[in-house]
């Protein structure tokens, strides 16, 4: 434990003092994989369909604010569906202004949320969100989780449907805006996800703000439990069993990184708990204090020892003290 300890204190003062760099480099990995992700997974507009294309965005991103590459995602996004498809495009226009809304008034400081969320469906381990969000963030930050959600899902929607938008008989522009508009309003398993995501957000976090012992630990174990049986009562109810092995994948992925969290975070050492009690004119207060766990620092102190001096003569003595010799005798 003391090793862990260490660690993390170690990567808590190398952030703390390369806070700037970290972040920058963090931003520009994480743009990296939202950018390829985008273009690998759309590609419709050849001109962006390149390698310099998402470095360049990454590079820009990386010095600005989260939400910037949020908006460079959605912008991304739009410009390959157009390519597509206007109908799909306009669409997904509406959808994105409406979660931008929202978003921007009520969890406009979640950027990584949001931006997480559609990354980590895409690898199909997308329970690490709601659960972290519940430990992490006020209630007001699951809409982003939700955006990304959404985001993801008609994405993913467009690709599956893709021969209503790219057959070779024409097809009129109200058939192709209808077949773009039920990607959202006949997804059932969008609403199985966000649904499952919000109550596991809620559970986590009414959860992790009581006073019992371990409350982080009871959370994030009780939410990932709870995620996990909605997704699976859903799927199979929807008649999706090849989604189960990545329910409990994610789950067991989830329940990990969510520890981890908590060492990082939210390490108290249960076995030093104190209760205090005080009063004022109104009201008597009963408080439980529980220290965190850190590792003391250990001062070094380096005590010089200078050698013994030999014995030093009348002489010397005398002009060390500026007295005049004889009267050392």
């Not at 013994?308 to 004889?326: F, G, N, P, Y």
Request: hydrophobic share 50%.
């Amino acid at each position: 434990m003391t090793g862990l300890l260490e660690i993390r204190e170690r990567l808590r003062n190398f952030y703390g003092r390369y806070e700037v760099y970290v972040t920058v480099g963090m931003k520009f990995l994480l743009g990296l994989v939202i950018f390829f992700l985008i273009n690998s997974q759309l590609g419709y507009r050849e001109q962006l369909n390149q390698p310099a294309a998402a470095l360049l965005l990454s590079l820009v991103c990386a010095f600005m604010p989260i939400n910037i590459m949020v908006a460079a995602a959605c912008g991304l996004v739009l410009i390959h569906l157009s390519a597509l498809s206007l109908e799909v495009c306009v669409i997904g226009l509406c959808l994105m202004l409406l979660l931008f809304f929202l978003y921007g008034m009520y969890a406009p400081k979640h950027g990584y949320t949001a931006i997480l969320t559609p990354v980590l469906c895409f690898f199909r381990i997308p329970q690490v969100v709601p659960v972290s969000a519940g430990l992490l963030c006020r209630p007001s930050a699951y809409l982003s989780v939700v955006s990304g959600a959404m985001v993801f899902f008609y994405i993913d929607g467009v690709k599956s449907n893709i021969m209503n938008f790219t057959s070779g008989e024409e097809v009129e522009g109200t058939a192709r805006f209808i077949a773009a508009l039920k990607i959202l309003t006949g997804n059932r398993e969008m609403y199985l996800v966000i649904t499952a995501f919000l109550i596991t957000s809620l559970l986590v976090y009414i959860i992790r703000r009581q006073s019992m012992n371990f409350a982080w630990r009871v959370a994030l174990f009780s939410g990932s439990l709870v995620q996990m049986v909605i997704l699976l009562a859903g799927y199979v109810l929807l008649g999706m069993p090849e989604k189960i092995m990545w329910v409990l994948i994610g789950t067991a992925v989830s329940v990990i990184i969510c520890m981890i969290l908590e060492f990082f975070f939210y390490n108290l050492d249960y076995s030093r708990i104190e209760r205090v009690q005080f009063e004022d004119d109104e009201y008597y207060y009963f408080v439980k204090a529980v220290p965190k766990v850190y590792l003391a620092r250990k001062d070094k102190r380096v005590k010089r020892i200078t050698p013994k001096k030999a014995t030093i003569s009348r002489r010397e003595l005398a002009q060390e003290l500026d007295i005049d010799r004889d009267l050392m005798h």
